[in-house]
């Protein structure tokens, strides 16, 4: 079974600290994505990775980047953390989409962050 | 942009009931659609992926169907149990996955 841990479930930080999201998967997976999820805005792709040292920005990535240094980890940065970065993250990984039938994306449990 | 929509946005049945999630997207120009489940608190478990090519897909007591000509997608789930409750999103890929709001089901005793 694929398996997508992150590091925290619960986080609680202050406001303008800097915060790191750590997202391991076991599959050997080229593609890890960010997401947050919030009430009445569903998921949203904060950035993504198709291989190490290599990322893309997702919808929403303003105050946030991310480092992926080897193919198993994808790690969230939040900067100088901000009250409307409260919110539940959300990683997942998958395997290349060309050539293949699926491409589903498998999810860690979330890490929710809250931001005082 | 592709926008996903999800009705109902809730829904409470009783247990056994048979039952059909709804969602609806702008733009046709996907390779599949897939629908998810995710639990209070928790990640998101992939329940059914259903290529562009393809009509339905069938998993157990689910069954979900795709006309993207219309641009909809429904989720059946038949003889609902108390552990089916959960959000169930579905989400649909072109350039990248879009995801719906989804629906939180209630299955009661």
């Known amino acids: 079974d694929v398996k997508v841990t992150q590091s925290s479930r619960y986080l609680v930080k202050r406001t303008g600290e800097k915060v790191f999201l750590e997202c391991v998967q076991d599959m050997d997976h080229e593609n890890m994505f960010w997401y947050r999820q919030d009430p009445g805005l569903g998921l949203r792709l904060i950035y993504f990775?198709?291989?190490?040292?290599?990322?893309e920005k997702g919808d929403i990535p303003e105050g946030y980047s991310v480092s992926r240094e080897k193919k198993e980890r994808f790690s969230l940065i939040l900067e100088s953390a901000s009250t409307n970065q409260t919110s539940m993250y959300l990683c997942?990984?998958?395997?290349?989409?060309?050539?293949?039938?699926?491409?589903?994306?498998?999810f860690g449990p979330g890490t929710r962050l809250t931001v005082l | 942009k592709q926008e996903v929509t999800q009705i109902p946005a809730a829904l409470s049945v009783p247990e056994g009931e048979n039952l059909v999630l709804n969602c609806s997207f702008t733009?046709?120009?996907?390779?599949?659609l897939q629908w998810f489940r995710q639990d209070p608190g928790k990640g998101l478990t992939s329940l059914l992926l259903?290529?562009?090519?393809?009509r339905e897909q069938t998993s157990g007591r689910l069954n979900a169907s795709l006309d993207k000509s219309s641009g909809r997608s429904t989720l059946y789930i038949a003889a609902s149990q108390p552990g089916d409750s959960a959000t169930y999103l579905c989400a649909v890929r072109g350039s990248r996955l879009t995801f719906g709001e989804g629906t939180q089901l209630t299955v009661n005793p």
């Open positions: 259903i290529q562009s090519s393809q």
């Open positions: 990775s198709y291989d190490v040292k290599m990322k």
């Open positions: 997942a990984s998958s395997l290349p989409t060309w050539g293949l039938l699926t491409d589903t994306q498998y």
């Open positions: 733009d046709s120009a996907i390779y599949n």
